[in-house]
Every structure is written in structure tokens, then in C-alpha cells.
């Protein structure tokens, strides 16, 4: 018997309603894929950013113990969880995994010898650094050395916008970084000098103010850095009192003579007891002892006139300068130190006779120092091994290495 034309009707619409909702699955799916795609992708360099800050935030804490600082009410391990899990928590990630690495980024257990797999290396978090006695770490040969580094894996749920509608609703991203701190290798210049200036130019006015611009220091330029005389500015130059407070003037030249200061993990906040111009032959005498030669200088970008919190120096707010305390009167505060300069130097004026090289825009200035700027040193390359530095005032970095 022959089918009616009602039934074919029928079932041809039938068809076409299944191929509609197959074709609308698929659209939505396609939609999903690249919308929610996108923003997974965008939460995973999220996540990226936020493990990359906690693991050199654990890794500052490192450096300020290699720099010999006192160690922490809590303990050091105390320490490096605390800058960890604050940093973790600036960028929404909760509880994440921290394990301590040598320098190479090797996992460490916690008698120091090397870790198979994160499940028998030692934890961020668990009472102790690792322990041993090596002291030349070998990359290449596979040589673990004395735990120098932090890694990090964090984990962030998100929402999903139209992946939902078909079961989707939330997605995870998962990275993972490494960061470790050391000895800055193959630095110029031998010599750490207790003097600061702007990591940007910077100028006097008629008044004897320090004016900061946003320019960089050129290289291989020959530059005035002017000592503005208004002595309480705080973008003005500042004389580092690595041991305060005595000794004036004395003691500064001294400690230019002889280099004196600790080890200054990059970057780190450090106490600056003077700015300004400081009329003294004898600094003048020491600082010119130097002359024709590759000097080191810290560069400060904020100044703060409470104490920091100093696991922020990294990457926090202000770089952990309490709200409403950055600034001040410039003398006896904090400054934040990013870089390192490598100087070369011509010769310095601190006796306040020399306004023909110190002025030659005739505001008033009478004492600076003369060079050029060969190098400025953000974060360096970070050398194996422990008491690399070629000096008493030998610089420490920290570098995420992956």
C-alpha cells in the first residue's frame, strides 16, 4: 500500500527538527569553544602571572637570606610561606603548592638531596628549609646545590560564560614557575659605593630641589648627577649609612674608601639616613679615589617613611609601602632599590666650589659627581653556587628562570 503524503511529511519534518537541534548543539559548542577558549586562555596567563609573582616572592625572602640579613621571628621557612601565600592571594589563587629548588630549579627533599617528583621534595610551609653542605651546584651534570629557589604551582576555578549550556560550567587553569636567587655573575664594576640617586634624570631648580623626570639615564653619555643642596628632598641624591647612625661625614668616606656594606638583595628597600649635598673634602678625596674607574650604585624609584613590609618589595602594592607613606622629608626613610648602576666614573664635586662643571644650566648647583652610565642592572644573571661576589659588597639577585 502505497505511503500516504501526510506521513512523509511527517517524518520529513521530523528530520529536519533533529538536524536543527544537532546543528544548534554544535553552534552553541562552537561558541562556547571560543569565547570560553578565550577566557581560558586569558585566566591561564592570569594564573601564570600570579604563580611567576608568588615563586619570586618566595625567592626575595631567599635572597635577603643569602644577603646575611637576621633571620625572621617565625623562621625562614615561616617567611618564604608568608610572601607566597600574599602574593598567591593578590592574584586570586588560593592554598598553592610551593617546593624549595636549588639554583639550577632542581627540586630539593628536605635533606637537600635532589627530589624525584614534587610528592618527596621538600614544602614550602613545613617547618625547614632544606639542609646539606654542597656549595657548587653543576647544571649541566646534574650537581644539586644548597636551596637557592622556590617553585610554584597554582591553581584558578573560573566560571564559564557559554560552555555552560551544555554542562560546563566552570573550567581550571594550572601553572606552574620557578624563581631562584644567587650571586649576580659578571657584573661591572668591583666596587658597591653607599650612594643612591633616581633610576630616572634628574635636575635641580633655582631653590636647590631635586626635579625628577620620567628619562632615562642615557648610556655611554657623559652625565652630570647633580647633589641638589636642599638636603631633606627625597628624589634628590642619597647617602647610604650601611650601619647608622654615627660617624657623619668621616664614616661616609671611609666606607667609600673601604667599602663596607652588606650583600643588597635586587630589588630590596634600604635606609637612607642623608640626601642632598654634603660639603666635605674628605668625601670628595674618597669618592675621587675611584675615579677612572667602574663604581656600583644602587637606583631608587619610591621612597617611604614607614617601614615596608618587605615581602612586597617584589611586586605588591607600593611595593609594600604603607598607603599615605610614600614620600616624606627624603632623610632617614626608606628607599626602594629596582637596579643597580655600573658608573663610570670622571671625578666628583662635594666641596661646593664647582659651579663651572656642576651648573651649566646656572639653578644654583655647586656639587656632583661626573661620569658615564655602562650598564644598569635590573635583575642580572644569577651565577651558581654560594659566595660568588668578588667583593665585601657583593650583589644578590633573583630570577625567574621558568
Not at 598567591?88 to 603548592?97: E, K, Q
Not at 566560571?159 to 587553569?173: N, P
Not at 650583600?263 to 668625601?283: D, F, K, M, R
Request: aromatic share 8%; charged share 15%; proline share 6%.
Amino acid at each position: 500500500m502505497p505511503r500516504s503524503s501526510t506521513t512523509s511529511r511527517q517524518r520529513a519534518g521530523g528530520q529536519v527538527m533533529v538536524l536543527f537541534a544537532l546543528g544548534l548543539t554544535a553552534l552553541i559548542a562552537m561558541v562556547g569553544l571560543v569565547i570560553d577558549g578565550g577566557n581560558a586562555w586569558a585566566q591561564q596567563r592570569i594564573t601564570q602571572a600570579g604563580d611567576d609573582a608568588a615563586a619570586e616572592a618566595g625567592a626575595v625572602v631567599l635572597a635577603e637570606r643569602l644577603a646575611g640579613k637576621s633571620d625572621p621571628a617565625g623562621g625562614w621557612d615561616a617567611a618564604v610561606y608568608a610572601a607566597v601565600q600574599a602574593r598567591s592571594s593578590d592574584n586570586g589563587i588560593s592554598a598553592p603548592n610551593a617546593w624549595y629548588t636549588d639554583i639550577c630549579g632542581v627540586l630539593l627533599r628536605p635533606d637537600g638531596t635532589r627530589a624525584a617528583n614534587a610528592s618527596e621534595a621538600a614544602r614550602v610551609g613545613a617547618g625547614a628549609l632544606p639542609v646539606n653542605n654542597n656549595t657548587n651546584p653543576d647544571c649541566p651534570n646534574a650537581i644539586v646545590g644548597p636551596v637557592a629557589g622556590v617553585q610554584v604551582e597554582g591553581q584558578k576555578v573560573f566560571d564559564t560564560f557559554v560552555a555552560r549550556a551544555i554542562g560546563f560550567s566552570q573550567m581550571t587553569a594550572t601553572t606552574t614557575a620557578t624563581a631562584v636567587t644567587g650571586f649576580l655573575q659578571g657584573v661591572e664594576g668591583e666596587t658597591l659605593l653607599p650612594v643612591t640617586a633616581p633610576v630616572t634624570v634628574v635636575t635641580c631648580d633655582k631653590s636647590g630641589k631635586a626635579v625628577n623626570t620620567s628619562t632615562p639615564w642615557p648610556m655611554y653619555e657623559r652625565v652630570i648627577v647633580p647633589l641638589c643642596k636642599e638636603s631633606h628632598d627625597p628624589g634628590s641624591v642619597g647617602w647610604i649609612d650601611w650601619y647608622p647612625k654615627a660617624g657623619g661625614a668621616s664614616e661616609l668616606a671611609e666606607a667609600i674608601l673601604h667599602p663596607n656594606g652588606p650583600a643588597i638583595p635586587l630589588p630590596s628597600w634600604q635606609y637612607v639616613t642623608e640626601t642632598g649635598a654634603i660639603n666635605s673634602g674628605q668625601v670628595e678625596d674618597a669618592f675621587n679615589s675611584w675615579a677612572g674607574q667602574i663604581i656600583l650604585f644602587p637606583l631608587f624609584d619610591l621612597t617611604c617613611n614607614d617601614d615596608p613590609d618587605f615581602s612586597q618589595v617584589a611586586s605588591g602594592p607600593l611595593y609594600g609601602c604603607p598607603a599615605g607613606s610614600v614620600g616624606g622629608s627624603g632623610s632617614n626613610q626608606w628607599y626602594r632599590f629596582p637596579a643597580f648602576a655600573a658608573f663610570e666614573l670622571e671625578w666628583a664635586y662635594t666641596q661646593g666650589v664647582n659651579k663651572a662643571v656642576c651648573d651649566p644650566m646656572s639653578v644654583g648647583v655647586t656639587q656632583c659627581f661626573v661620569g658615564q652610565f655602562v650598564n644598569l642592572i635590573t635583575s642580572g644573571t644569577v651565577g651558581p653556587g654560594v659566595g660568588g661576589g668578588t667583593t665585601v659588597s657583593s650583589l644578590v639577585g633573583v630570577q625567574l628562570i621558568k
